[in-house]
T-cell receptor, first 115, second 114 residues
Framework: AQTVTQSQPEMSVQEAETVTLSCTYDTSENNYYLFWYKQPPSRQMILVIRQEAYKQQNATENRFSVNFQKAAKSFSLKISDSQLGDTAMYFCAFMKHGGAQKLVFGQGTRLTINP | EAGVTQSPTHLIKTRGQQVTLRCSPISGHTSVYWYQQALGLGLQFLLWYDEGEERNRGNFPPRFSGRQFPNYSSELNVNALELEDSALYLC?????????????FGPGTRLTVL
């Protein structure tokens, strides 16, 4: 079974700073996907970024980028030039490639961006 | 393009009652997933429907069930409600065109069991 661990329950930074959220996972699979989802107080889960395990290049979406270390089973999210609207719960998630298409989530990190 | 929609937004039930939650996927998406987000338990996978068939279910008792309709919308039914069923129920959908590699979520239904 796959597990996802987010070791930082809460983080807080000032607006415009850069912040990195940590995620580690455990799997025996070689091919899979990793995701970061954002859940603001409105509750809507929003897909932030996706990484395919067979791609060595780290995914980037505007101010959001990941550091994917397959051997270390680490998948951190970096938010550059943080904005007040980035305040949310952030969930790291794992999905096997093919087969049962369920997402396995970490416990989440509550990120607060202060003005 | 409209996103995933869910109804109702909030629901209050009492122990022992039955509830039905509804989900409409993004147009063109054929797979629907249900997740439970309970306080202290995180997000847990409940059910996956694709092309009208149940493809996988999580570690939940049989009183959690559902179905998917020909238009790919889905219902989640919970019978004999228990207090611990109080949670946010999230529905997500995915597209065969993207090899079901991304799931997009609806706003959720908040269920409170008294």
């Amino acid at each position: 079974a796959q597990t996802v661990t987010q070791s930082q329950p809460e983080m807080s930074v000032q607006e415009a700073e850069t912040v990195t959220l940590s995620c580690t996972y455990d799997t025996s699979e070689n091919n899979y996907y990793l995701f970061w989802y954002k859940q603001p107080p409105s509750r809507q889960m929003i897909l932030v970024i996706r990484q395919e395990a067979y791609k060595q290049q780290n995914a980037t979406e505007n101010r959001f980028s990941v550091n994917f270390q397959k051997a270390a089973k680490s998948f951190s999210l970096k938010i550059s030039d943080s904005q007040l609207g980035d305040t949310a719960m952030y969930f790291c998630a794992f999905m096997k490639h093919g087969g049962a298409q369920k997402l396995v989530f970490g416990q989440g990190t509550r990120l607060t961006i202060n003005p | 393009e409209a996103g995933v929609t869910q109804s109702p937004t909030h629901l209050i039930k009492t122990r022992g009652q039955q509830v039905t939650l509804r989900c409409s996927p993004i147009s063109g998406h054929t797979s629907v997933y249900w997740y439970q987000q309970a306080l202290g338990l995180g997000l847990q996978f409940l059910l996956w429907y694709d092309e009208g068939e149940e493809r996988n279910r999580g570690n939940f008792p049989p009183r959690f069930s559902g179905r998917q309709f020909p238009n790919y919308s889905s219902e989640l039914n919970v019978n004999a409600l228990e207090l611990e069923d109080s949670a946010l129920y999230l529905c997500a959908s995915s597209s065969r065109d993207r090899a079901h590699s991304e799931q997009f979520f609806g706003p959720g239904t908040r269920l409170t069991v008294l």
